[in-house]
T-cell receptor, first 109, second 113 residues
Framework: EDQVTQSPEALRLQEGESSSLNCSYT??????LFWYRQDPGKGPEFLFT???AGEEKEKERLKATLTKKESFLHITAPKPEDSATYLC??????????FGAGTTVTVRA | DTAVSQTPKYLVTQMGNDKSIKCEQN?????MYWYKQDSKKFLKIMFS???????INETVPNRFSPKSPDKAHLNLHINSLELGDSAVYFC????????????FGPGTRLTVT
């Protein structure tokens, strides 16, 4: 069965304190690794798709990387507006998207 | 200029009732999904339609019935609601020509009392 595990569950950062979120996955025939951001009371917002080991994508203070077993979301010099829950999802070869439980990031000013 | 919209945003109802949630997307996507997010925040796929055809049907009670009148709409009807159905339900859409990136609606919080 496809499985996606995210760690840590929660992360509290001081503004400017860089850190990384981990997403480890076990899926049959990975067809994409996705990162989403979810704010309270809202739907997930798409951030990145990664397809192959070694691939990297960047958007503002966020950078996502992918290996054969895990993905990392690096947050560089975070600001309070980066506070959110970050969800990782892996798509297998049967079109299904399996989500992790998310990492809730809180950035204090 | 909402991309994926859902109605209602909140739904409070009693056990045993039947209710529907509607979803519409104006992104021109050909695939739509229903997800359930429980209290532990796990998002789980329930159904997926591609061009009005059911392509993913996870193990959900048959009290849940999706209907897609056209590729821009996917509704979810729930019969005989139970307490355990309380959750946030998200609709999403994607395009097979755009890397399967899924775009989510704002969610419908269903509370069954």
């Amino acid at each position: 069965e496809d499985q996606v595990t995210q760690s840590p569950e929660a992360l509290r950062l001081q503004e400017g304190e860089s850190s990384s979120l981990n997403c480890s996955y076990t899926v049959s025939g990975l067809r994409g690794l996705f990162w989403y951001r979810q704010d309270p009371g809202k739907g997930p917002e798409f951030l990145f798709t990664l397809y192959s080991a070694g691939e990297e994508k960047e958007k503002e203070r966020l950078k996502a990387t992918l290996t054969k077993k895990e993905s990392f979301l690096h947050i560089t010099a975070p600001k309070p507006e980066d506070s959110a829950t970050y969800l990782c999802a892996a798509r297998s070869n049967d079109y299904k998207l399996s989500f992790g439980a998310g990492t809730t990031v809180t950035v204090r000013a | 200029d909402t991309a994926v919209s859902q109605t209602p945003k909140y739904l409070v109802t009693q056990m045993g009732n039947d209710k529907s949630i509607k979803c519409e997307q104006n992104l021109g996507h050909d695939t739509m999904y229903w997800y359930k997010q429980d209290s532990k925040k796990f998002l789980k796929i329930m159904f997926s339609y591609n061009n009005k055809e059911l392509i993913i049907n996870e193990t959900v009670p048959n009290r849940f019935s999706p209907k897609s009148p056209d590729k821009a709409h996917l509704n979810l009807h729930i019969n005989s609601l139970e307490l355990g159905d309380s959750a946030v339900y998200f609709c999403a859409s994607s395009s097979r020509t755009n890397s399967y990136e899924q775009y989510f609606g704002p969610g419908t919080r269903l509370t069954v009392t």
